[in-house]
């Protein structure tokens, strides 16, 4: 009887170790056609869902329904201590998953302006993230060096164009190493890799972000 006993709390310590370690992504995958039919091209994004995460000025939060067919993103008016609070309710977003949508814009950089479709999907506890022309990675409060939390991140396929105005960005990967071609209209390119450093658009919650391929 003891052993049983003792079997069924591994058990149970178990069961709740993988709780905690699991971690869902809602994903949007860019694609140039309408129906997200096609190679994944353009801007996309990938969130991970309950967290309270900071973009450019404003905080947001994921959440699924109860039978994971849809999501909602929600805007709030503030973030401290980690946590979303002040819901702007009319700002809430809803997503069905599988749908294909027109590209919102929760790119860091907030004169960019994407002008593809993304596919709305799930990933639980992705074991590894493909090579992009540029992704930036925005990481939890304190974590300093961008290795144990991060909270999302946007991306632009290689070669994707990005219309700021009157000037673009367009992102290449070479060598694990991202570069950026920059027009205004001349034309130069710069390496556009981002070493951690803090989100000074939101220095009070102290979130920091890296950029890579």
């Known amino acids: 009887m003891k052993m049983i006993k003792l079997l069924l709390l591994l058990l149970i310590l178990f069961l709740n170790n993988n709780q905690v370690k699991s971690v869902t992504y809602l994903e949007m995958t860019p694609y140039e056609k309408s129906d997200c039919s096609g190679e994944s091209e353009g801007i996309g ?10 973009i450019a000025g404003d905080y947001y939060s994921v959440s699924l329904n ?36 027109n590209a919102p814009n929760y790119v860091w950089n907030s004169g960019a302006v994407p002008s593809n479709y993304v596919k709305i999907s799930i990933s639980v506890n992705p074991t590894d993230i493909p090579q992009y022309g540029f992704r930036q990675t925005t990481y939890a409060p304190g974590d300093k060096d961008c290795q144990s939390n991060p909270q999302f991140y946007w991306y632009a396929t290689n070669n994707t164009k990005i219309d700021m105005g009157n000037f673009s960005a367009t992102f290449y990967c070479s060598d694990n190493e991202s570069f950026e071609i920059y ?27 890296a950029g890579s391929c």
């Open 45 to 54: 994004y990938a969130f991970i869902v309950n967290q309270c995460f900071a």
């Open 66 to 101: 109860s039978d994971h067919s849809n999501s909602t993103i929600s805007e709030y008016k503030d973030g401290e201590n980690n946590q979303c609070t002040g819901l702007i309710s009319d700002n809430d977003k809803v997503y069905e998953i599988d749908g294909c949508y």
């Open 183 to 209: 027009c205004a209209p001349g034309c130069f390119t710069t390496d556009s890799s981002m070493t951690c450093i803090r989100d000074f658009t939101h220095w009070a919650t102290e979130n920091y972000m």
